[in-house]
């Protein structure tokens, strides 16, 4: 056929949008400049969401850098170590425009990731600043304190960023727990505490403080950490105390039992997801998400150094819980699964703290053939490392929203990677 007369091929609507969902974030955002068709449908939130399914999950792991021209930086791989990059976005011009961020963190403030939803990254930045952003779209927002959210939480936080998807919102929740040494105004015999639990409403743009009292939230909080998302649904291991805090008492006396929580984003209710009974009774164990399932990770038991891996295979069925593998080595302290790294389920990254050793290591384990590779090793204990989605899921435009511009610019390299990254 003559060339000259060929005819364009014309794709049908459902076909393009077939191909346009499987291709990755970067290419979808070159493409948006092909026509105004195609860029309309790739701006529309709800193919947004569509293409959140089934992508590549990336390890991200973010620092940041204080002074007069404040950064965040966000070192980030695929789950399997390839692909890595470096993005940084600096924050001098929202300050500046901004007289409530007049004084940004020091030098000596650590940013956290308090948790991850749709590819959006939920950031705690030094004490008392909060920061929603997408690594990819580079759209990110300020969320203001609320005038009655104290600065200077004491004691143990968790937190975490959820999807309402009934009402199609975000929210943010974060909880503290403090215990005094000294007796409560209340009951002379019972040891003073603090409960504070706090809940953003995106579309209110506004923190909102729940009232917990020990009947309603009779739980405390083990350790700092971000939520771990299941159903986009944030969850955490805390335990169940079997009496209160008394005068004289050893804290360690009080009988413990180890739970999981989750946070009903639609009631903005606490509620528990059963674990077997042998787990219940004082077993130690950190969560993760292995092939979109809830799992566990035990400590050893007395005299033994191996770490059993069990997931939920059926969200909140307790009977479905099963050992999915077992890792040993007398060298480890603390595992968290993080995720699968290849479709057979045969690797699985970990987030790991070895004894006598300071920082964490990201290693994977090959379970079939027994052997490990370690990924990244970081000597920070402060900076934190979350598991997400490249997505195109965007912020609503709000006096808080900002893009990065020629005033906030954004690094990306695949060079010079910083030395802790193996």
């Known amino acids: 056929m003559n060339k000259a007369n060929a005819s364009p091929i014309l794709l049908i609507d459902e076909i393009v949008d077939d191909i346009l969902l499987r291709l990755p974030v970067?290419?979808?955002?070159?493409?948006?400049l092909v026509s105004k068709p195609w860029n309309s449908l790739i701006s529309d939130p709800k193919f947004a969401v569509s293409h959140l399914h089934d992508k590549v999950l990336r390890v991200g792991q973010i620092y940041a850098k204080g002074g007069p021209k404040p950064s965040l930086s966000l070192y980030s791989m695929d789950a399997d170590g390839s692909n890595r990059e470096i993005v940084t976005v600096n924050y001098d011009y929202v300050y500046k425009h901004d007289d409530y961020?007049?004084?940004?963190y020091d030098d000596n403030s650590d940013v956290k990731i308090l948790g991850s939803c749709n590819g959006l990254l939920f950031l705690l930045l030094g004490t008392s600043k909060y920061l929603l952003w997408n690594p990819i779209t580079r759209e990110y927002k300020y969320i203001a304190l609320d005038s009655s959210r104290r600065e200077d939480e004491q004691g143990k936080i968790i937190s975490g960023l959820g999807y309402d998807s009934s009402s199609g919102n975000y929210k943010g929740i974060t909880v503290s727990h403090y215990i005094s040494g000294i007796s409560s105004p209340h009951d002379e015999d019972v040891l003073y505490e603090e409960m504070h639990c706090y809940v953003y409403d995106y579309k209110q743009d506004s923190w909102t403080e729940k009232k917990n009292n020990y009947n309603e939230f009779p739980y405390s909080l083990h350790s700092c950490n971000s939520a771990i998302m299941v159903n986009g649904v944030p969850h955490w291991c805390v335990y169940r105390r079997h009496g209160r805090h008394r005068e004289g008492y050893d804290r360690l006396q009080i009988r413990v039992s180890y739970v999981i929580i989750y946070f009903d984003l639609e009631t903005e209710k606490f509620k528990e997801v059963e674990v077997p009974e042998w787990a219940a009774e004082e077993v130690k164990f950190y969560l993760g998400v292995l092939g979109g399932c809830l799992c566990m990770c035990l400590d050893p038991r007395e005299n033994s150094t191996s770490f059993e891996v069990w997931t939920m295979k059926e969200y909140r069925i307790v009977e479905s819980w099963t050992k999915s593998f077992v890792i040993s080595s007398p060298f480890f302290k603390e595992l968290r699964p993080l995720c699968f790294t290849d479709t057979g389920k045969n690797q699985v990254l970990m987030e790991v703290e070895e004894k006598?050793?300071?920082?964490?290591?990201?290693?994977i384990?090959?379970?079939r053939e027994k052997t490990q590779k370690t990924l990244l090793v970081d000597k920070n204990f402060e900076s934190s490392?979350?598991?997400?989605?490249?997505?195109?899921v965007s912020l609503p435009r709000s006096s808080f929203s900002r893009r990065?511009?020629?005033?906030t610019r954004e690094v990306k390299t695949k060079l010079s990677m910083p030395s802790w990254i193996k």
Do not use: A, M
């Open 26 to 32: 970067k290419s979808l955002k070159r493409f948006k």
């Open 101 to 104: 961020y007049n004084n940004p």
């Open 356 to 363: 006598n050793e300071v920082g964490r290591k990201l290693i």
């Open 365 to 367: 384990f090959n379970l």
């Open 385 to 392: 490392v979350c598991t997400y989605v490249g997505s195109l």
């Open 404 to 407: 990065t511009s020629k005033r």
